[in-house]
């Protein structure tokens, strides 16, 4: 077994030390004066891709294993384990690699984390009954380092070498596939008989629940594992998530320190212990002069930069999202996203069906008392799907008002593209998505009507960012036809001109190209390494679990500084812009893969994709509305375009139509002065302005999800707001 593994390890030496394919991160501004090439910096930091093929064919085995082999007996195993057990087993298993973990730390001078590893060890094994029960995590503030042998030798200076993937492997370069290998031979359930099997089961098991929510709505799997693992890996290697974790318990340890060293002073001396006083509360702006919308003052929102507030839109998730008894494959589990009913419809003859999900309320039993029936319809943002945080805490904050909610893919979604046209099309021509759109909606609600869901219900179309334009050009084309019986309509935050929208936005992701790839790389551990660590997170005996606060603003709800991100003004916007252009290379890609798209003159290839990736993050917002989309409308202009595209072209069918409701923050940075006049003389009292938020960051204000539900009931019914927000999990 030792001449085994010191032979295959000799070997992999030999290819690490020939295979350096990455190489140190520049210092040199990546690009200025354009937006960064995500391609080109992802080959930079974890090296090229040679042998692109093999790595393909091996993570389709991950997958395939993933998706049938894990998946059906995950679904065995959950249900009859409950998740306290599993989690149980999965600390065991993590004690037990206690002398890997160590043994990294002390190679890589992490003094302080071989100490907390060993007291762990200790500490879990006897109190802890063998380490199902992570009691020095828990009482003691001991984290995890969550080091290994790869992050030793990244320590010592070794390139990671070139992209090696391997069936369920979570290494991705030779570097870390050389470093499994040691921390397998340090592993102590290496040496126990028939421990392998189990732990394994288990490990997989734990492993699903991860795995899915990472790859499930990409169009390629492999390029965001390839991504998602990059950062993974440079958080892990530079142990972010163990020292904020320290940072955070060793403030609360002094803070109460000095909260009981004040109450003994205050003892001694006879009077009232001295409180450090809370962060002052933010201001809200006043309302502007000669507005004709109503106003809604939110100061809580109030955090920063327009950009800065955006990011609260992190905070708008499902509050039933993580079940303390079953994990997610369990047929028990009581997860939101899980509750629903997915389903499928054919749209187009030899094309994959479209999806959309329902969750059904509850058939009322004889003594209740009579009450309407509703139904919402959600539309997410620009490459949203019906499982989208946002668009499930939307489809969650309807349902626990009584309604029926369906939930659908955005219409500059690949899935949504592949599935609504004989041939697919490129997005963004608005009167085109929302027609698309609307052909959904129609067939989800007859599917709903055969299925015997529905009757004659109160019909809300609520969509958000650009899934509120679609919803509004869908009630301007369907105002006298009324084919889908639609009641009220709610638009969150929509963009009034789609040229405006997208040249702030190119403008946002332009200033990513200041940064050289050291600091792109320092920002998104930091970043990535907090969301991990959560500020909410609680550790308790079995795992660190996220807890959410209540709603910001919510009568329960901690200061508002709680909820702001770690996040600086120019990164924001830098984060807002680039995550547009992700979702663009999804949109791209799957229209070049079925007809090739001009600009791009790299072929598909299905095992060799690298070069067309960088091609394809090379097209920016302003290029693609208005070089690659016109190519697919030769009879009409640029201009022509850009204005059936935005909401100005159907001003008089808003103007006219009393189902209209918008909601929309005062300082939207996707919003111009000119495009904030225009919606207030076009609405008037029908839109609500909040007063701030950014784009869609007033979606985590408990005072705007109240007004939401408000707008959206029927006429004679008033709305009062519950005593407290509903209680966080």
């Given at each position: 077994?030792?001449?085994?593994?010191?032979?295959?390890?000799?070997?992999?030496?030999?290819?690490?030390?020939?295979?350096?394919?990455?190489?140190?991160?520049?210092?040199?501004?990546?690009?200025?004066?354009?937006?960064?090439?995500?391609?080109?910096?992802?080959?930079?930091?974890?090296g090229?891709?040679p042998?692109e093929?093999?790595?393909?064919?091996?993570?389709?085995?991950?997958?395939?294993c993933?998706?049938?082999?894990?998946?059906?007996?995950?679904?065995?195993?959950?249900?009859?384990l409950?998740?306290?057990?599993?989690d149980?087993?999965d600390?065991v298993c993590?004690?037990?690699?206690?002398?890997s973990?160590?043994?990294?730390?002390?190679?890589?001078?992490?003094?302080?984390?071989?100490?907390?590893?060993?007291?762990r060890?200790f500490?879990?094994?006897i109190?802890?009954?063998?380490?199902?029960?992570?009691?020095?995590?828990?009482?003691?503030?001991?984290?995890?380092?969550?080091?290994?042998?790869?992050?030793?030798?990244?320590?010592?200076?070794?390139?990671?070498?070139?992209?090696?993937?391997?069936?369920?492997?979570?290494?991705?370069?030779v570097?870390?596939?050389?470093?499994?290998?040691?921390?397998?031979?340090?592993?102590?359930?290496?040496y126990?008989?028939?421990?392998?099997?189990?732990?394994?089961?288990?490990?997989?098991?734990?492993?699903?629940?991860?795995?899915?929510?990472?790859?499930?709505?990409?169009e390629?799997?492999?390029?965001?594992?390839?991504?998602?693992?990059?950062v993974?890996?440079?958080?892990?290697?530079?142990?972010?998530?163990?020292?904020?974790?320290?940072?955070?318990?060793?403030?609360?340890k002094?803070a109460?320190?000095?909260?009981?060293?004040?109450?003994?002073?205050?003892?001694?001396?006879g009077?009232?212990?001295?409180?450090?006083?809370?962060?002052?509360?933010?201001?809200?702006?006043?309302?502007?002069d000669?507005?004709?919308?109503?106003?809604?003052?939110?100061?809580?929102?109030?955090?920063g930069?327009?950009?800065?507030?955006?990011?609260?839109?992190?905070?708008f998730?499902?509050?039933?999202?993580?079940?303390f008894?079953?994990?997610?494959?369990?047929?028990f589990?009581?997860?939101?996203?899980?509750?629903?009913?997915r389903?499928r419809?054919?749209?187009?003859?030899?094309?994959?069906?479209?999806?959309?999900?329902?969750?059904?309320?509850?058939?009322?039993?004889?003594?209740?008392?009579?009450?309407?029936?509703?139904?919402?319809?959600?539309?997410?943002?620009?490459?949203?799907?019906?499982?989208?945080?946002?668009?499930?805490?939307?489809?969650?904050?309807?349902?626990?008002?009584?309604y029926?909610?369906?939930?659908?893919?955005?219409?500059f979604?690949?899935?949504?593209?592949?599935?609504?046209n004989?041939?697919?099309?490129?997005?963004?021509?608005?009167?085109?998505?929302?027609?698309a759109?609307?052909?959904?909606?129609?067939?989800?609600?007859?599917?709903?009507?055969?299925?015997g869901?529905?009757?004659?219900?109160?019909?809300v179309?609520a969509g958000?960012?650009?899934?509120?334009?679609?919803?509004?050009?869908i009630?301007?084309?369907?105002?006298?036809?009324?084919?889908?019986?639609?009641?009220?309509?709610?638009a969150?935050n929509?963009?009034?001109?789609l040229?405006?929208?997208?040249?702030?936005a190119?403008g946002?992701?332009?200033k990513?190209?200041?940064?050289?790839?050291?600091?792109?790389?320092?920002k998104?551990?930091?970043i990535?390494?907090?969301?991990?660590?959560g500020r909410?997170?609680?550790?308790?005996?079995?795992?660190?679990?996220l807890?959410?606060?209540?709603?910001?603003?919510?009568?329960?709800?901690?200061?508002?500084?709680?909820?702001?991100?770690?996040i600086?003004?120019?990164?924001a916007?830098?984060?807002?812009?680039?995550?547009?252009?992700?979702?663009?290379?999804?949109?791209?890609?799957?229209?070049?893969?079925?007809?090739?798209?001009?600009?791009?003159?790299?072929?598909?290839?299905?095992?060799?994709?690298?070069?067309?990736?960088?091609?394809?993050d090379?097209?920016?917002?302003k290029?693609?509305?208005?070089?690659?989309?016109?190519?697919?409308y030769?009879?009409?202009?640029?201009e022509?375009l850009?204005?059936?595209?935005?909401?100005?072209?159907?001003?008089?069918?808003?103007?006219?139509?009393?189902?209209?409701?918008?909601?929309?923050?005062?300082?939207?940075?996707?919003?111009?002065?000119?495009?904030?006049?225009?919606?207030?003389?076009?609405?008037?009292?029908?839109?609500?302005?909040?007063s701030?938020?950014g784009h869609?960051?007033?979606?985590?204000a408990?005072?705007?999800?109240?007004?939401?539900?408000?707008l959206?009931?029927?006429?004679?019914?008033?709305?009062?707001?519950?005593?407290?927000?509903p209680?966080?999990k």
């Amino acid at each position: 077994m030792k001449k085994i593994i010191l032979s295959v390890t000799g070997a992999l030496f030999l290819v690490l030390a020939g295979t350096g394919c990455a190489a140190k991160l520049s210092e040199e501004p990546a690009s200025p004066g354009t937006a960064l090439n995500l391609s080109v910096l992802e080959n930079e930091v974890v090296g090229d891709d040679p042998i692109e093929g093999a790595n393909r064919v091996m993570f389709c085995v991950t997958d395939f294993c993933m998706d049938y082999i894990v998946d059906f007996i995950g679904r065995i195993y959950c249900t009859i384990l409950p998740r306290p057990l599993i989690d149980g087993l999965d600390n065991v298993c993590t004690n037990l690699e206690f002398p890997s973990r160590v043994i990294s730390c002390l190679l890589s001078a992490e003094w302080r984390g071989a100490g907390d590893e060993t007291v762990r060890f200790f500490a879990n094994s006897i109190i802890g009954i063998c380490g199902i029960f992570d009691v020095s995590g828990a009482w003691w503030g001991f984290y995890s380092t969550d080091s290994n042998f790869g992050q030793a030798f990244a320590a010592w200076g070794i390139d990671p070498g070139c992209t090696l993937t391997l069936p369920l492997m979570y290494s991705t370069n030779v570097r870390d596939t050389v470093g499994s290998i040691f921390d397998a031979a340090f592993d102590i359930k290496t040496y126990i008989p028939y421990c392998g099997y189990i732990t394994t089961i288990n490990r997989l098991i734990v492993a699903h629940r991860d795995y899915i929510p990472l790859v499930e709505g990409s169009e390629d799997r492999y390029k965001s594992y390839r991504q998602l693992m990059l950062v993974y890996r440079e958080i892990r290697q530079r142990k972010t998530v163990y020292h904020l974790r320290n940072a955070r318990y060793s403030a609360e340890k002094e803070a109460r320190k000095a909260a009981e060293r004040e109450a003994e002073l205050a003892e001694k001396e006879g009077r009232e212990p001295v409180v450090p006083p809370p962060p002052p509360m933010p201001k809200a702006p006043p309302r502007p002069d000669g507005l004709a919308g109503k106003w809604l003052s939110v100061p809580e929102l109030n955090l920063g930069t327009p950009a800065q507030q955006s990011m609260l839109s992190l905070h708008f998730r499902p509050r039933t999202d993580d079940d303390f008894w079953y994990y997610p494959l369990s047929f028990f589990n009581r997860d939101f996203v899980r509750s629903g009913s997915r389903r499928r419809l054919a749209l187009c003859p030899d094309r994959p069906r479209a999806r959309y999900c329902l969750w059904k309320q509850p058939e009322p039993k004889p003594e209740d008392p009579p009450r309407p029936e509703k139904l919402a319809l959600i539309l997410p943002g620009i490459g949203g799907t019906w499982d989208t945080s946002g668009a499930l805490a939307l489809a969650e904050l309807f349902y626990q008002e009584g309604y029926s909610v369906a939930s659908f893919d955005s219409a500059f979604n690949w899935r949504f593209i592949v599935s609504t046209n004989s041939s697919p099309r490129l997005p963004g021509f608005l009167p085109e998505d929302a027609s698309a759109v609307k052909m959904l909606l129609a067939a989800a609600l007859d599917d709903m009507r055969e299925r015997g869901d529905i009757r004659d219900p109160h019909i809300v179309l609520a969509g958000y960012s650009m899934g509120a334009m679609h919803a509004l050009k869908i009630a301007a084309s369907d105002r006298k036809l009324d084919t889908l019986k639609i009641s009220r309509v709610i638009a969150i935050n929509p963009p009034a001109d789609l040229r405006n929208a997208l040249e702030r936005a190119e403008g946002f992701a332009v200033k990513s190209g200041q940064y050289s790839p050291r600091e792109v790389m320092d920002k998104v551990v930091e970043i990535g390494g907090f969301l991990l660590a959560g500020r909410h997170g609680k550790t308790d005996l079995l795992s660190t679990r996220l807890v959410l606060p209540p709603p910001l603003g919510a009568p329960d709800a901690p200061h508002p500084e709680i909820y702001r991100l770690p996040i600086s003004p120019d990164d924001a916007e830098c984060l807002m812009g680039m995550n547009l252009r992700t979702t663009l290379r999804s949109v791209l890609a799957v229209v070049h893969r079925e007809r090739p798209v001009a600009i791009i003159d790299t072929p598909f290839a299905l095992l060799d994709r690298n070069e067309l990736y960088r091609k394809i993050d090379a097209v920016g917002l302003k290029t693609y509305a208005e070089k690659v989309l016109p190519e697919q409308y030769p009879e009409s202009s640029v201009e022509e375009l850009f204005r059936l595209s935005g909401l100005r072209s159907v001003e008089k069918d808003l103007a006219a139509d009393p189902r209209l409701r918008v909601i929309h923050s005062w300082n939207d940075p996707l919003l111009t002065p000119d495009d904030a006049r225009f919606l207030d003389r076009t609405f008037g009292e029908r839109i609500v302005w909040v007063s701030g938020g950014g784009h869609l960051g007033d979606l985590s204000a408990y005072a705007v999800q109240r007004k939401i539900i408000e707008l959206a009931e029927p006429e004679k019914r008033i709305s009062e707001p519950p005593a407290s927000a509903p209680a966080s999990k």
